[in-house]
């Protein structure tokens, strides 16, 4: 049994018991938050698509970390000018762990 849902612009296949890492949700540490934004929901063989959202279907997550992801360079460079320009960027993070598909 698994689920596609759509969270922060993004879409997730997903099933219980996984550890997904979704754009930052406003929610705490411990916390329980649900996905009503599903998309497909696949169980026992039968596979329902909805149009855009499966009605009545939404996934429940507990909110395990609030984090940020490794730090990413941008370097940008021009030849023979002397220019040069360094930044770093850590995007934020929720990890989710799946639980019940309903």
Known sequence: MYAVIETGGKQYTVQEGDLVKVEKLD??????????KVLLVARD??????????????????????AKAKKVIVYKFKAKKNERKKKGHRQPYT???IGKLA
Do not use: S
């Open 27 to 36: 929610a705490n540490e411990g916390d329980a938050v649900t996905f009503d």
């Open 95 to 97: 990890l989710v762990e």
């Open 45 to 66: 063989g039968e596979i329902n698509v909805g149009k855009p959202y499966v009605n009545d279907a939404k996934v429940e997550a507990k909110v395990l970390k609030q």
